[in-house]
T-cell receptor
Framework: DTGVSQNPRHKITKRGQNVTFRCDPI?????LYWYRQTLGQGPEFLTY????????KSRLLSDRFSAERPKGSFSTLEIQRTEQGDSAMYLC?????????????FGDGTRLSIL | SQQGEEDPQALSIQEGENATMNCSYK?????LQWYRQNSGRGLVHLIL?????REKHSGRLRVTLDTSKKSSSLLITASRAADTASYFC???????????FGTGTRLTVIP
């Protein structure tokens, strides 16, 4: 168990550029989640996958955001035409799919800074 | 908007003392979970309590849940400097394990 891995750890980009983050979950975990966390706040749910299927998306996930998990393993989160308000820590988590009451295992996040 | 709120927002104690953090939430839940986050890192799961449970222990941690008041508390006994971190409660309302986090309590344990 190597834990949840996120890359890159930090991303600095200019407003209007596109960015893509990657998350590698714990290998036997079917569920994968994306959260966004701004300074001084708790994480906010964005979306989650069960295997390759994206089952739920938050209203926070505008049409500039897209997430994929093509083979049910790693996932990518892309933000197009970035805005200042997109600056945040983007966290990925994974869990087993054996019903509810499963803890989530988090990566260390990707910190996005928009100049 | 976030589901829960923690109280206090910040807590500073001496090493060896106990720390109590409270969490209130708004809707019915399937379970409530507590997580810890060190600065600049991801969250680490501490303990999960189901909606039909009232109290749970894990090492130096004790969690209570009162569904009638929609509140939970986390007690850390005999605190250590290494317990310094932010602590978040998170609720799973749907059973699909989509978590809604509170605003967190920043705990500082002074050696």
């Amino acid at each position: 168990d190597t834990g949840v891995s996120q890359n890159p750890r930090h991303k600095i980009t200019k407003r209007g550029q596109n960015v893509t983050f990657r998350c590698d979950p714990i290998s036997e975990h079917n569920r994968l989640y994306w959260y966004r966390q701004t300074l001084g706040q708790g994480p906010e749910f964005l979306t989650y996958f069960q295997n390759e299927a994206q089952l739920e998306k938050s209203r926070l996930l505008s049409d500039r955001f897209s997430a994929e998990r093509p083979k049910g393993s790693f996932s990518t989160l892309e933000i197009q035409r970035t805005e200042q308000g997109d600056s945040a820590m983007y966290l990925c988590a994974s869990s087993l799919d054996t019903g509810s009451n499963q803890p989530q295992h988090f990566g260390d996040g990707t910190r996005l800074s928009i100049l | 908007s976030q589901q829960g709120e923690e109280d206090p927002q910040a807590l500073s104690i001496q090493e060896g003392e106990n720390a109590t953090m409270n969490c209130s939430y708004k809707t019915s839940i399937n379970n409530l979970q507590w997580y810890r986050q060190n600065s600049g890192r991801g969250l680490v799961h501490l303990i999960l309590i189901r909606s039909n449970e009232r109290e749970k222990h894990s090492g130096r941690l004790r969690v209570t849940l009162d569904t009638s008041k929609k509140s939970s508390s986390l007690l850390i006994t005999a605190s250590r400097a290494a317990d310094t971190a932010s602590y978040f409660c998170a609720t799973d309302a749907s059973g699909a394990n989509n978590l809604f986090f509170g605003t967190g309590t920043r705990l500082t344990v002074i050696p």
